[in-house]
């Protein structure tokens, strides 16, 4: 025990000579305004937000031509404060929804795609993207995407936006 008091005694000591205590005071002032300053930093939030370097390598998920919205008929959630599978703050995904198969050109594959209306605020108006491939008329409803299917969710709360989430891979 006694070799530990004396080791740290003579640490602390050539420390002392070594460094101010204006210096000490001076770095735990810079690390305790540093470490306020954190939460203000900018946060991507979402995937509508990427950070540069990390774009989806398949394309611009805020436009109507991205792979996955092949059967679309809506506002893209990715351009209204959500993503592409994620509904925007204040709004829940409606529990039914309409499904299409879209084609991934970089893997040549084709992916089921359930089309997920979110619900509870006004329409986004933002991101318009209808492209109805092999959509159904609305009598074929698990296909046809011209469907508000906010209608079915609880207390009918308005549309906003559509989301697009992969749910299985297509065997041919
Ligand atoms: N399923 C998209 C949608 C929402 C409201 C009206 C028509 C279509």
């Known amino acids: 025990m006694k070799y530990y008091d004396a080791l740290t005694e003579r640490w602390s000591r050539d420390l002392a000579k070594a460094v101010s205590r204006r210096s000490v005071l001076r770095s735990l002032g810079a690390l305790l305004i540093g470490a306020s300053a954190a939460p203000l930093l900018p946060v991507a939030r979402g995937h509508a937000q990427t950070a540069p370097g990390s774009e989806d390598p398949d394309g611009d998920p805020n436009s109507c031509e991205y792979w996955r919205y092949c059967a679309t008929d809506g506002f893209l959630c990715s351009c209204c404060g959500g993503s592409v599978t994620e509904c925007p703050p204040g709004t829940e995904a409606a529990p039914i929804t309409w499904v299409g198969t879209c084609r991934r050109e970089s893997d040549g594959k084709d992916y089921i795609i359930s089309y997920n209306d979110c619900c509870g605020k ?45 749910v299985g891979i297509a065997e041919h």
Do not use: F, K, M
């Open 122 to 166: 006004a329409a986004c108006g933002r991101c318009l993207c209808t492209r109805n491939e092999r959509d159904r008329p609305i009598y074929v409803p698990r296909l046809a995407n011209d469907l508000n299917w906010c209608v079915g969710s609880q207390s009918d709360i308005p549309y906003h936006c559509t989301v697009s989430r992969i």
